[in-house]
């Protein structure tokens, strides 16, 4: 089988964007770490991409950005809530799902006559309890109703001359969802789905199972894209990408990593139940999936520049954070974006020619400034840097030294 080959013959380089799955923290996260690229980047617009790609909560930042919403409007609309055009209020997108639950609550009495038949004509084979398991399907798809999310995008991609509609776009844009009963990934946004609207591909995209109920669109059911792949670079090389900027919000914990951590941080998993086990388990399957898939793109795209930003695995902030809260959304959204300045400048001898092959120009001078998004972030982000927890003891203060040189060996292997 060939590999796809690259082309020569452009004026200009064609530059796409993925953004990766994470709820409402990851898309948090991905509005900080635009806000930083859009700083220290000369000679791109985020607006004015070639292809942009969404899979769950990218595919909302995804969207904006394709309708020409900046990442500082993307800031001060859906973080700050001071834009004077649109009233962000992230509490409707955790209402409960009432007309699920209304529709499955009707089908309880169906369910029980169907029950008793089944055990009253096939005791033995069944039994009480198999029969009685039929009552499961009276169990709501998911607690919260996802469909303010279309209705919210509606509002803001019909007005001000922005569009609804992924044929209107003068650029390609892709949500990717699962399809429910295939396990296949679908891209709205292609010639098949260009129909659809992109608020309800968004909506489809960021449906994550048990969490919100399946998107019915066309007689079919989809659910949150990320449960295939969580960046979908592909897509964007396959449109002949020469760069790829790639932002992936979710990454595994590694508490040996953690510059500020203890033994104590360790056991923090386990003292965390259930919840923080099942996320250091998702994290850790999705963001291996993902390793693999850009190790390919390296040899399959001949050519392609691909570049990844994501948070330190040792980031503890970040993943002790609640994923679904927004009530600490400015102080999250502050720490991705130090934390992708600090990124570019601890990259940028690697960065700097990589860019500059596609016309774009890292400033170092805008890195080296001390910048925050807002006053109110910069005094909370200040004040956490100057009361982190330090280790007490001696023998805690002596396993953080370790730790801590543990954690550069690691780095610079990786280097």
């Not at 609309?77 to 001071?82: S, T």
């Not at 209705?151 to 922005?162: E, K, V």
């Not at 990408?241 to 992936?248: E, F, G, P, R, S």
């Not at 600090?342 to 910048?371: N, Q, T, Y």
Request: with cysteine; charged share 25%; hydrophobic share 40%.
């Amino acid at each position: 089988m060939s590999l796809p080959q690259r082309t020569h013959s452009k004026t200009r380089p064609t530059i796409g964007i993925n953004l990766a799955a994470g709820g409402p923290l990851g898309a948090i996260y991905e509005v900080g770490a635009l806000c930083a690229l859009a700083e220290a980047l000369e000679g791109i617009d985020f607006t004015e991409l070639d292809v942009y790609v969404g899979v769950s909560a990218g595919g909302f930042i995804a969207a904006g950005l394709a309708n020409r919403i900046s990442p500082q409007e993307m800031y001060d609309i859906f973080i700050a809530n001071n834009s004077s055009q649109y009233q962000f209020e992230p509490e409707i997108f955790l209402r409960p799902a009432y007309r699920e639950y209304f529709r499955r609550a009707l089908s309880i009495p169906e369910l029980m006559l169907d029950a008793l038949w089944e055990f009253i004509t096939h005791p033995r084979e069944v039994g009480l309890l198999g029969a009685f398991m039929q009552l499961s399907h009276a169990i709501p798809t998911g607690l919260f109703d996802n469909e303010e999310i279309d209705r919210f995008l509606t509002r803001i991609f019909t007005s001000q001359g922005r569009t609804n509609d992924f044929r209107a776009l003068d650029k390609k844009l892709y949500i990717v969802a699962t399809d429910l009963d295939t396990g296949r990934s679908v891209k709205f946004g292609d010639r098949q789905h260009g129909h659809v609207p992109i608020s309800k591909a968004v909506q489809a995209s960021a449906a994550l199972p048990g969490l919100f109920p399946p998107v019915e669109i066309d007689g079919d059911h989809y659910v949150d894209g990320a449960l295939k792949k969580t960046l979908h670079a592909s897509i964007s090389l396959d449109e002949d990408a020469d760069l790829v900027l790639c932002i992936n919000p979710i990454v595994p914990f590694d508490a040996r990593l953690s510059p500020h951590g203890h033994p104590n941080t360790r056991d923090r998993l386990m003292r965390g139940g259930l919840p923080v086990v099942l996320s250091q388990t998702f994290r850790s399957i999705i963001h291996s999936r993902m390793r693999v898939g850009m190790q390919h793109y390296a040899h399959a795209y001949a050519g392609a520049d691909v570049v990844l930003f994501e948070p330190d695995h040792g980031d503890e902030e970040l993943f002790f954070s609640n994923v679904f809260s927004y009530s600490d959304r400015e102080n999250m959204c502050e720490h991705a974006y130090q934390h992708t300045r600090a990124d570019l400048r601890r990259r940028a001898d690697e960065l700097e020619p990589l860019f500059a092959r596609h016309g774009i120009r890292l400033s170092r001078s805008v890195l080296e400034e001390d910048r925050y998004l807002s006053a109110k972030a910069r005094d909370t982000y200040q004040v956490k840097q100057e009361t982190r927890p330090q280790p007490e003891t001696p023998i805690d203060r002596l396993y953080y030294t370790l730790d801590l040189l543990d954690h550069w060996l690691h780095s610079s292997r990786e280097s």
